[in-house]
C-alpha cells in the first residue's frame, strides 16, 4: 500500500474510496444488503470506461489514513475484520459474474481518482476478465499422518545391550533414518500424484508454502498447498479425482482434500497495490 502520489491530510468527516473489484455488467441484486467496512458508506458500482464498473465504497478518510490503517492492520482482531469485510464484498459481487479482486484496503483520494487510475488498467482487467470468465478456484491440500501422533517417532526404549552395543545402537539410529528417509520420499510422491492430477484438470495451478503444524494440527503434515484455475465445466470430475485418491498411496497414510469454488484470487493480480491506488490517505 505504498502512495503513488502526495494525499492530502483527511479533514474531519472527509470521505475516501475504497475499491474492493472490477468486473463487467452494470448494477444488479448481488451487492444488496452487503455491508462492506464498517463505517462506511453504501457499496455500489462505480463505472469504468470499457463497460466495466469498480466494486466500491465511501469510508471515512480519517479512518484510513496511512498511519491509521499501519496501526489497524498491525492488529489481527482489525485485520480480520478487514479481510472478512473485504472477502464478504468480494464475494457478493462475484454471485453477478467473474471479477478481478483487488488488494485489502485499496484507497483512492476519491471517486474521480479511482476511476482515471484503474482506466490506466483497463487492457490488462479487461485480459484478466477473459482469463477467468466460466472458471473458478479450488484449492488442494494434502496431510500426512505419522505414528507417534506429533509427526516424529520418539526414540526406541532402549535393549538390555543398548550400554554396551554401540554397533546395534548405531544400526537402529540407521534404520531409523532409512524409515524416516522413506515416509518423507512417499509423502512427497503423494503430493507430486495429487498435483499432477488436479493440474491435468486446471488452466493454471499455484503451489504454496505447505502450512506448519500450528495451523494443521499436531499429526497432521501437510505436504501440498495449492489452488487450481478450473473451468466450471470440469470441476466435478477434479474434485472426484481428488477425493478418490485418499488412502490410494503406498507406504504414507496420506489424505487429499479438496475445497471450492472460491473467487479466483489466486490467478486474477493485474499489477502491485502501489501501480494501482493511493494505499492510505493522508
Not at 80 to 108: I, S
Not at 169 to 185: H, M, P
Request: charged letters at 20%; glycine letters at 12%.
Amino acid at each position: 500500500m505504498t502512495a503513488t502520489d502526495e494525499a492530502p491530510v483527511a479533514a474531519p468527516g472527509a470521505m475516501a474510496t475504497c475499491v474492493f473489484a472490477v468486473r463487467r455488467g452494470g448494477p444488479s441484486g448481488g451487492l444488496t444488503g452487503v455491508r462492506g467496512h464498517a463505517a462506511g458508506g453504501h457499496v455500489g458500482l462505480l463505472p469504468l470506461p470499457g463497460g466495466l464498473w469498480a466494486v466500491a465504497q465511501d469510508v471515512p478518510a480519517e479512518l484510513f489514513s496511512q498511519e491509521a490503517l499501519r496501526a489497524r492492520l498491525s492488529d489481527p482482531e482489525q485485520l480480520e475484520d478487514c479481510a472478512r469485510a473485504h472477502h464478504a464484498v468480494v464475494t457478493a459481487a462475484a454471485a453477478d459474474g467473474p471479477v478481478v479482486p483487488l488488494a485489502l484496503a485499496t484507497l483512492f483520494t476519491d471517486a474521480e481518482r479511482a476511476r482515471a487510475t484503474l482506466d490506466e488498467q483497463q487492457p490488462r482487467f479487461l485480459a484478466a476478465l477473459d482469463r477467468l470468465t466460466g472458471r473458478t478456484e479450488w484449492a488442494v491440500k494434502v496431510h500426512v499422518r505419522h505414528r507417534g501422533g506429533n509427526g516424529t517417532e520418539g526414540p526406541a526404549a532402549p535393549g538390555p545391550a543398548a550400554s554396551t552395543s554401540g554397533r546395534a545402537y548405531l544400526s537402529r539410529v540407521r534404520g531409523r533414518e532409512k524409515d524416516r528417509r522413506a515416509r518423507q520420499d512417499a509423502a512427497l510422491d503423494a503430493a507430486r500424484q495429487v498435483h499432477e492430477a488436479a493440474a491435468g484438470f486446471a488452466v493454471a495451478s499455484v503451489r504454496r508454502r505447505p502450512h506448519g503444524t500450528e495451523i494443521t494440527g499436531r499429526g497432521r503434515v501437510q505436504v501440498l498447498n495449492a489452488a487450481y484455475l478450473v473451468d466450471d465445466a470440469r470441476a466435478d470430475r477434479l474434485v472426484a479425482a481428488v477425493r478418490a485418491m485418499t488412502g490410494a498411496f503406498a507406504g504414507v497414510d496420506a489424505h487429499a482434500e479438496v475445497s471450492g469454488p472460491w473467487v479466483p484470487y489466486s490467478f486474477a493480480e493485474v499489477a502491485d497495490a502501489g501501480s494501482v491506488a493511493d494505499g492510505g490517505i493522508g
